[in-house]
């Protein structure tokens, strides 16, 4: 009788080497584990692997860049000159200058904050000694930028370089060492703080601390984890449909069968799930949601100003983000069921 189960090795070994040779070069403990697993999941289906699994349509995980577009603001030389005695006029410098003018966005929030906070007392300066036209271009520049905040927020965070790397795979070496999960957490929750205290009219900001925790988010290891996540997707999808064809073909226990040897190699199988696949890929979907849960903070704060193909990516996020949560209960249904036909 184990002649059948050892005929049946061989498509599922294909389909398990399949499976390592497309997540790259070099399989990790998680590619191993999910080929082990239908390697196990064969050997007790006649139907393994007799069918290819239908195509699936793979949700992109990069939100690409949407920055807002910001009317350009900003003194002339001439107004620079005749700001004496206004700290103000070292930020403006610096502006003006190449790399200001260069200046990436996380760098831009951080000018346009320092300029928030000492416009007012540069305004109170020039009218003092009689400039009120100046003074007035100056409250109507700080009018401007106060107005376009969020935007400026917008474009240094959800749509710069640390968040939307969250949800992509690193395409080559690190520019920051891996951050642990909490830490990217705590580093998420750290900017939406800032972001409130900014928007409420606090401008007051730590150039290197905002800086440091941008670093943390784009060291996050989310996109690998969201990788490995849609290859043991992609494996339980082979899975489930082994599964169904079984459940609609003759039970899987019947006379022609061992019903010994088959229980035991679906009891090895389902052990295989759990303790390698189920485990793994629910710690990794708790660190996913607990990023998407401190990063929809920060966004519906933002909401206001986010561009429409955002929006619609955000939606688009959560909805995937929910069918893998849900992959894992599926899969442990339908052998639960197959189960029972052999019981």
């Given at each position: 009788?184990?002649?059948?189960?050892?005929?049946?090795?061989?498509?599922?070994?294909?389909?398990?080497?399949?499976?390592?040779?497309?997540?790259?070069?070099?399989?990790?403990?998680?590619?191993?584990?999910?080929?082990?697993?239908?390697?196990?999941?064969?050997?007790?289906?006649?139907?393994?692997?007799?069918?290819?699994?239908?195509?699936?349509?793979?949700?992109?995980f990069?939100?690409?860049?949407?920055?807002?577009?910001?009317?350009?603001?900003?003194?002339?030389?001439?107004?620079?000159?005749?700001?004496?005695?206004?700290?103000?006029?070292?930020?403006?410098?610096?502006?003006?200058?190449?790399?200001?003018?260069?200046?990436?966005?996380?760098?831009?929030?951080?000018?346009?904050?320092?300029?928030?906070?000492?416009?007012?007392?540069?305004?109170?300066?020039?009218?003092?000694?009689?400039?009120?036209?100046?003074?007035?271009?100056?409250?109507?520049?700080?009018?401007?930028?106060?107005?376009?905040?969020?935007?400026?927020?917008?474009?240094?965070?959800?749509?710069?370089?640390?968040?939307?790397?969250?949800?992509?795979?690193?395409?080559?070496?690190?520019?920051?060492?891996?951050?642990?999960?909490?830490?990217t957490i705590?580093?998420?929750?750290?900017?939406?703080?800032?972001?409130?205290?900014?928007l409420?009219?606090?401008?007051?900001?730590?150039?290197?601390?905002?800086?440091l925790?941008?670093?943390?988010?784009?060291?996050?290891?989310?996109?690998?984890?969201?990788?490995?996540?849609?290859?043991?997707?992609?494996?339980?999808?082979?899975?489930?449909?082994?599964?169904?064809?079984?459940?609609?073909?003759?039970?899987?226990?019947?006379?022609?069968?061992?019903?010994?040897?088959?229980?035991?190699?679906?009891?090895?199988?389902?052990?295989?799930?759990r303790?390698?696949?189920?485990?793994?890929?629910?710690?990794s979907?708790?660190?996913?949601?607990?990023?998407?849960?401190?990063?929809?903070?920060?966004?519906?704060?933002?909401?206001?100003?986010?561009?429409?193909p955002?929006?619609?990516?955000?939606?688009?996020?959560?909805?995937?983000?929910?069918?893998?949560?849900?992959?894992?209960a599926?899969?442990?249904?339908?052998?639960?069921?197959?189960?029972?036909?052999?019981?």
């Amino acid at each position: 009788m184990r002649h059948g189960f050892l005929r049946r090795l061989q498509p599922g070994l294909l389909f398990a080497t399949m499976l390592l040779a497309m997540s790259g070069c070099q399989p990790d403990a998680q590619d191993t584990a999910r080929a082990v697993y239908l390697r196990k999941l064969s050997l007790a289906l006649p139907t393994a692997g007799h069918t290819m699994p239908h195509a699936r349509r793979q949700f992109l995980f990069s939100n690409g860049v949407y920055p807002v577009t910001i009317p350009i603001d900003g003194f002339t030389t001439v107004d620079l000159l005749t700001l004496q005695g206004c700290a103000l006029k070292q930020t403006l410098i610096r502006e003006s200058s190449l790399l200001g003018q260069h200046a990436t966005a996380a760098q831009r929030i951080l000018l346009v904050l320092e300029f928030l906070h000492l416009a007012p007392a540069c305004s109170s300066i020039l009218r003092q000694h009689g400039n009120h036209l100046l003074a007035s271009r100056l409250e109507r520049l700080w009018h401007h930028r106060r107005r376009h905040l969020p935007a400026y927020l917008f474009n240094a965070t959800l749509a710069g370089d640390a968040y939307p790397a969250l949800w992509t795979r690193f395409p080559g070496p690190r520019l920051y060492p891996p951050t642990k999960a909490a830490v990217t957490i705590a580093a998420l929750h750290g900017i939406t703080a800032l972001a409130s205290r900014w928007l409420s009219g606090d401008y007051r900001a730590n150039n290197r601390h905002f800086e440091l925790l941008l670093g943390e988010v784009a060291a996050d290891t989310a996109g690998e984890r969201l990788l490995k996540l849609r290859r043991q997707e992609r494996s339980l999808a082979i899975a489930n449909q082994w599964l169904r064809q079984q459940l609609q073909t003759d039970p899987l226990c019947n006379a022609r069968r061992n019903r010994r040897e088959t229980r035991r190699l679906l009891t090895s199988a389902r052990r295989a799930f759990r303790s390698k696949i189920e485990t793994r890929f629910n710690e990794s979907l708790t660190h996913l949601g607990e990023l998407e849960l401190a990063v929809s903070t920060l966004e519906k704060r933002l909401y206001g100003v986010s561009p429409l193909p955002y929006r619609r990516w955000t939606i688009a996020r959560k909805q995937h983000l929910d069918t893998l949560r849900q992959a894992p209960a599926l899969h442990q249904m339908l052998l639960d069921r197959v189960k029972q036909s052999c019981a």
